[in-house]
């Protein structure tokens, strides 16, 4: 080796976590687009912070229009990107820390942002920088891309990819270690029926249910008018979600019933560990001869309880998992109802592919008696896990860590490496590292960061030699 990569990830630590902080403190939620700032002026000034910290360290930096930013370093024909996100969720409740603080207990950092993704970025950004300090001939172009709308449509990273194309290779310090080299593909739908018929006995004023697309939804409300029927209607929702083993609450408003179905939250991409209340409340509608609802029972017919797509004709799989299929948010009146569709497609399959089934489950749903009202898809990921940039980057990580124990893996979920041909996820989660990312009191271990700029600093390195 030629120079001490561990002694200067050990330098370098006390800039990182200042820079880390520096980050952390701006609140860079989504918000209102202004000239010049499509994100909000919270990102924005996060996006200026970023790019101010690279100059510090002696890179050149571009602001793409206030999409993104870059900073760069080296030369040559070859360009490694890395694209981490400065953009962070809401900072929400139930903090013990300072959310926009960064301070540091007991050796761990704790703010929004810290793990997702505003320590990870730094501590790349550091791995650049203890190159350029190293030595090490820079023989290609290093460009580190500040994504500034990760959690909210990754439309940033779209902007520059049209505006000045992949790199050739690289990754995102935006999952978990080792490394994840495939993601499935994503598709997402809304469709739509009539609530009720002229001949139902009871109408269905309005149902409510779901927290998010992404999100088996775990809890919904029906409201109607249930007249003379009400007490039976009642009695026999209530059995209904007994039998079920759900929880269920049952109300009068005035002249109305309320019906409220418990189900258990869970992600889209394992709607296996959840318990859909849509679905189960959709299917008591459809068997309940006192309602006459044309959507319950085209869903109860092209959904129902399932979360594979089996009854659209959706169930499939590869050597990585199963398509899933989840049905997050409900909504209606006594005119329409409306539901979205979050489906998780085999990484193998390209999405032309995949394209062919989307198109025969929406003319499924179509001859169920509901309507598509639109739908969008995304790409899936693969790359061979035995391909040299794999190799690369998981040699790396073995390297530092020593662990041969976790191996590079695959998921459900999306990362921005999905918006380009030429990268995975690399980082920045430990194995059995809980970071909280998304929760109050998130947190990074300061030592984790430290070996994170080790890492990326040898993958690098590997990058570079290929
Ligand atoms: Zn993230």
Redesign the pocket.
């Known amino acids: 080796m030629a120079f001490d990569v561990s002694a200067a990830a050990k330098k370098y630590l006390p800039d990182a976590l200042r820079d880390i902080k520096r980050l952390v403190a701006i609140e860079s939620v989504q918000g209102e687009a202004k000239e010049g700032k499509p994100f909000g002026e919270g990102v924005d000034r996060a996006l200026q912070e970023a790019l101010k910290i690279s100059r510090e360290l002696g890179m050149e930096t571009a602001n793409v229009d206030g999409y993104v930013g870059y900073a760069q370093i080296g030369e040559g024909e070859k360009l490694i990107g890395i694209v981490g ?1 400065l953009d962070c969720v809401p900072l929400g409740e139930g903090w013990e820390h300072d959310p926009l603080g960064g301070e540091i207990v007991d050796g761990v950092i704790y703010g929004r942002g810290v793990s ?2 505003k320590g990870p970025s730094i501590a790349a950004l550091y791995a650049m920088k203890i190159l350029m300090d190293s030595g090490v001939k820079l023989n290609s172009r290093i460009r580190f891309v500040f994504g500034t709308n ?2 909210t449509g990754m439309a940033g990273v779209d902007y520059y990819l049209a505006k000045e194309g992949d790199f050739d290779m690289g990754f995102t310090p ?1 999952a978990g270690f080792p490394l994840c080299f495939g993601e499935k593909g994503g598709y997402h739908g809304h469709f739509s029926g009539a609530t009720n018929t002229e001949g139902a006995k009871v109408k269905i004023l309005s149902v409510k249910g779901g927290m998010a697309v992404n999100v088996v939804c775990d809890k919904v409300v029906l409201t109607c008018n249930a007249g003379q029927y009400a007490e039976a209607l009642k009695a026999s929702f209530v059995e209904y979600a007994k039998a079920a083993d759900m929880t269920c609450q049952v109300e009068d408003e005035g002249e109305n019933t309320l019906l409220t179905l418990n189900g258990k939250a869970a992600h889209a991409s394992t709607p296996e560990l959840g318990v859909n209340a849509i679905s189960y409340l959709m299917k008591f509608v459809a068997e309940c001869e006192l309602f006459d609802s044309p959507f319950a029972k085209g869903y109860a017919k092209v959904i129902g309880l399932d979360y594979s797509g089996a009854n659209c004709g959706m169930k499939m799989a590869d050597e990585y998992g199963e398509l899933t299929f989840n049905v997050g948010i409900i909504g209606g009146t006594d005119f329409s109802t409306y539901a979205t569709i979050d489906i998780r497609y085999p990484l193998t399959l390209t999405a032309p592919e995949f394209k062919v089934k989307a198109d025969e489950m929406e003319k499924t749903i179509i001859q169920a008696g509901l309507n598509m009202d639109g739908s969008g898809m995304g790409k899936s990921l693969y790359k061979a896990p035995d391909s040299p940039m794999i190799n690369a980057l998981y040699d790396a990580y073995v390297k530092v860590t020593q662990d041969t124990v976790n191996k590079p893996f695959t998921m459900g979920g999306g ?1 921005y490496a999905k918006h380009f041909d030429s990268i995975v996820a690399f980082g920045a989660g430990f194995p059995n590292e809980e970071s909280g ?1 998304h929760m109050a009191n998130e947190h990074v271990d300061v030592e984790s960061i430290q070996k994170c700029m080790e890492i990326y600093t040898h993958a690098l390195m590997n990058l570079l030699a290929l």
Request: aromatic residues 0%; without cysteine.
């Open positions: 996100h997702d993704d990760e959690e935006d990362t990312a």
